[in-house]
């Protein structure tokens, strides 16, 4: 069928296959082209099918030659109705992998429960062995708690006080104020138990007990901190919580793993276009703003730039990782450039509906979006019948 964006709130309903393969195709070409790393070899991503984990992914594979298993939660196609994009990036994964020699295989479920945890267990006893790298880039709006059952829901909300300031609407364009009111403590709580450290240490507990986890193995989250100007909302805010409960959770997990001589990491990352960031309010105008400074720099990346910075520069470089004084990876260091961060701030307070289209790149906010979801991408005909129904080669 011919398949076109359809919007709804900040979410697409459909996805292009075509346009998707071709994403992928684009990350591993950029991964190829920058040279070989001595990285991992068995790698289980946790979150593996768009975003950051993705990118992962893909580095592990075609950086250091990697087998990879993902882990996530896509919908699967049927006739006449699209797969959700995470699902189309992990079947051309698969295919291009396979077709490169290379061990892939998939496990689509809930992460957080047992049941998916411990069939990703048997799996990497059946066909890995152990694994020496374990990305963790889950980012979800619920977790059905495992023990508990209860159902858990996060929230992005200010703490302490409501919090107004300039958002945009990126479909229309229009800049306006939102206000947002602040969090009970019950919403701290649940955003916590959803995007904190637990289901972290919970997957590494249990790969661990198997014996899963090669000597001198890594394991790495994902975190985010950005400026003053989103504080409010984000570090500061429910999601900061959860975030800095994940990121003493890599404490833990570290000093659990000392008698393998593992390491636990968080690494902190850019503000990039997800399906996870385009629903916080105010974040997309700050990356339309951004995305325009460091495009001007010349030091704009996506996730896939991010993450083969992460794995050349900083995790696999034979030398001891650099860290922050609270322990983190810094990769966010040219979005945190004192320069670039003054002139965003100088430009958040000329930001108007008017002014936008010219100070900030509203267009390549727009044009990330729809990327997610296969649309708009070079060298897809879209005119051309698209087959919606396609299988993973390497699901479980
Ligand atoms: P994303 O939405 O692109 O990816 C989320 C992944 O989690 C997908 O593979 C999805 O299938 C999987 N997933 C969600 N719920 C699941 C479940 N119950 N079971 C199994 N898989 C599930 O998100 P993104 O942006 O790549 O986020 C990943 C991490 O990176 C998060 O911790 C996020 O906070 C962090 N991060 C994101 C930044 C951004 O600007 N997007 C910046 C810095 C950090
Ligand atoms: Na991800």
């Known amino acids: 069928m011919i398949i076109e964006p359809r919007m709804r709130g900040f979410i697409c309903l459909t996805a292009h296959p075509d346009g998707c393969a071709q994403n992928v195709k684009n990350q591993i070409e950029y991964v190829k082209s920058k040279g070989a790393i001595n990285g991992p070899k068995k790698v289980l991503v946790i979150g593996a099918s768009t975003g950051f984990g993705l990118a992962s992914r893909i580095t592990a594979a075609y950086g250091s030659g990697a087998s990879t298993i993902g882990v ?4 699967a196609p049927s006739a006449g109705k699209t797969a959700s994009p995470g699902w189309y990036n992990s079947a051309a994964f698969e295919k291009e992998a396979h077709a490169a020699g290379l061990y892939a295989k998939s496990i689509n479920g809930d992460a957080f429960s047992k049941e998916i945890k411990a069939k990703t267990i048997e799996l990497i006893k059946a066909d890995l062995g152990q694994v020496d790298l374990v990305i963790y880039s889950l980012a979800s709006p619920v977790r059905k708690h495992p023990d ?6 996060s929230t992005l909300k200010p ?6 300031n300039k958002t945009v609407d990126f479909h229309t364009g229009n800049v306006s104020e939102v206000s947002i009111e ?4 019950e919403d701290i709580a649940n955003t916590v138990a959803v995007m904190g450290g637990e289901d972290w240490a919970m997957w590494i507990d249990a790969l661990k007990a198997e014996n899963l986890l090669a000597e001198g193995a890594t394991t790495v989250a994902y975190s985010y901190i950005g400026p003053a100007l989103t504080e409010p909302v984000y570090r500061k805010g429910t999601i900061g919580r959860a975030k800095d409960d994940l990121e003493a959770t890599a404490f833990t997990i570290g000093d659990k793993l000392k008698d393998i001589n593992g390491k636990a990491y968080v690494s902190v990352n850019k503000a990039l276009v997800t399906q996870a960031s385009s629903a916080i309010p105010v974040i997309p105008l700050y990356i339309s703003l951004l995305y325009k400074v460091m495009k001007a720099e010349g030091i704009h990346e996506g996730t896939i730039e991010q993450i083969q910075r992460l794995y050349a520069d900083r995790l696999f470089t034979g030398n001891p990782v650099p860290v922050d004084e609270k322990g983190r990876i810094r990769i966010d260091d040219w979005e945190m450039r004192d320069d670039v961060q003054a002139k965003v701030a100088e430009l958040w307070e000329q930001a108007t509906t008017e002014t936008l289209p010219a100070i900030g790149d509203l267009a390549g906010y727009r044009s990330d979006f729809l990327s997610l979801f296969g649309f708009e991408i070079d060298k897809v005909d879209y005119q051309k019948e698209a087959n919606e129904v396609v299988e993973i080669e390497g699901l479980v």
Request: glycine share 4%; aromatic share 16%.
């Open 72 to 75: 996530f939660f896509e919908k």
């Open 182 to 185: 602040p969090a009970t403590e």
């Open 148 to 153: 508990t059952e209860v159902l858990h829901r």
């Open 159 to 164: 703490i302490g006080h409501t919090y107004t």
